[in-house]
């Protein structure tokens, strides 16, 4: 397919997928195969001798836990913050984005925000204590629980802090996607939904909010209206199929879906129904956001419609100029995409992209599109749109609604910069 030959919808070299699929992608050429000799006389080369050892030997045994290919080493979460004394303890750990596809996080390489250390907590000892303003405090072991009927919903969980060094940097922060966007992963989670155990118990009158707690080293809390319990919150005990590891809560965790990573309290075992919020360290510190008016947003839960291309990203060099696809994520705490928009012309024009299903609500959401590098410096861009209407905002709007040292909740259009010579990397519009 010459690119004469190709419908472009924006500026940019962006390809319409219609009429790429229909022509076909001769402009990205395969090695050719070279003529192999099938003589097996004395003297001659075999077809089997340039077989690649593998071909030609036992592969070792299978273990007992599947793990990565020993080619995949480079696939790892990567260490935002040490556990150092000047971070109180918290530690990060951040997916990487641009090496995986699809939707769903490996259980190894879902990002990590531990305040106070992962603990070691024996589940035949562990309990979910439910009281407060209710009519029937209630204990349950973990053996109880795991005989509730489960639902399985898949859901992405994104840390408030996301893409910080965007929303408090002057000037442009260089890093990967992995260093920028590693604060969100997507999981199919397994567990009971919290209205299931909230109404059990007989909610009294005045309930109207709940103080969630953890039974990590530092009881981490958070106090969240009951309406949510009530609503989509689950008990999750399985992710992707198996038990929750350490990292991620073990033995159970709350998930609240759509809203900000601190509230889906890992390790939780006690859920105190009461009257009024608590305004505990983090409903109070440092998850409440100043505006430019001066005033102060407090429980600012939902995450926003947020999009970012996953390929080409900070930190990758496109070898040469020619056929690439576009890829990225979108997601909103409000439900779910209905469009993403990409631009290869620095935002002069806007193309759709197409999205990959299956769409589901406060979960990631896959989409791409064709484009033709012509070699030239420009900017690609993408913007998401949700079901409700809500779009992603361009930096400068969202700096003009938060005041610094605001830094939560940062969902503006995410940038990167294609030199001339196929570097990659973060830059403001």
Not at 369 to 374: F, K, L, S, V
Not at 390 to 415: D, V
Request: charged share 20%; glycine share 10%; hydrophobic share 35%.
């Amino acid at each position: 397919m010459k690119r004469s030959q190709m419908e472009y919808v924006a500026g940019g070299g962006l390809i319409d997928r219609r009429s790429l699929l229909v022509g076909g992608i001769a402009f990205l050429a395969a090695s050719s195969i070279k003529p192999v000799a099938a003589s097996v006389n004395e003297g001659v080369k075999r077809i089997g001798d340039d077989f690649p050892v593998w071909s030609r030997t036992l592969g070792r045994q299978g273990t007992t836990y599947g793990q990565p290919s020993i080619h995949e080493k480079h696939l790892k979460l990567k260490l935002q913050l040490p556990s150092a004394p000047e971070n109180s303890g918290t530690t990060g750990w951040l997916t990487p984005l641009e090496k995986l596809h699809g939707i769903i996080t490996p259980n190894g390489l879902h990002f990590g925000s531990h305040h106070f250390g992962i603990p070691d907590i024996d589940p035949d000892k562990h309990e979910l204590l439910i009281h407060g303003l209710v009519e029937k405090p209630l204990k349950f072991t973990m053996e109880r629980l795991l005989r509730y009927p489960m639902i399985s919903k898949i859901r992405f969980i994104e840390c408030a802090g996301n893409t910080a060094f965007n929303a408090l940097s002057p000037l442009s922060h260089d890093g990967s996607c992995q260093d920028l966007h590693g604060l969100i992963s997507c999981s199919e989670w397994v567990g009971i939904q919290a209205s299931l155990l909230l109404n059990e118990t007989g909610l009294g009158k005045k309930a109207k909010w709940v103080i969630v707690e953890g039974a990590d080293g530092g009881s981490h809390s958070r106090s969240i209206p009951l309406s949510k319990l009530l609503d989509d919150a689950i008990i999750a005990f399985y992710q992707n199929g198996e038990r929750l590891r350490a990292e991620q809560g073990y033995p159970m965790r709350l998930l609240l879906p759509g809203w900000e990573g601190n509230t889906s309290i890992k390790y939780v075992h006690r859920l105190e129904v009461v009257d009024a919020p608590a305004y505990t360290g983090h409903d109070s510190g440092v998850y409440t956001q100043h505006l430019s008016n001066g005033q102060i947003e407090g429980f600012s839960f939902y995450m926003d419609v947020k999009s970012v291309i996953t390929h080409p990203s900070g930190k990758q060099i496109l070898e040469e100029q020619g056929f690439y696809e576009i890829t990225g994520l979108a997601w909103s705490g409000y439900g779910k995409i209905s469009k993403v928009e990409v631009s290869a012309d620095d935002g002069k024009t806007w193309a759709p992209a197409q999205l990959h299903g299956p769409i589901i609500e406060k979960a990631l959401t896959r989409f791409s599109i064709p484009w033709h590098w012509d070699g030239k410096s420009t900017v690609l861009l993408s913007r998401a749109t949700d079901a409700h209407g809500r779009m992603q905002p361009g930096r400068k709007e969202w700096k003009q609604r938060y005041a610094s040292p605001t830094f939560n909740h940062y969902n503006a259009i995410q940038s990167w910069d294609i030199s001339s010579n196929g570097e990659v990397e973060n830059v403001y519009v």
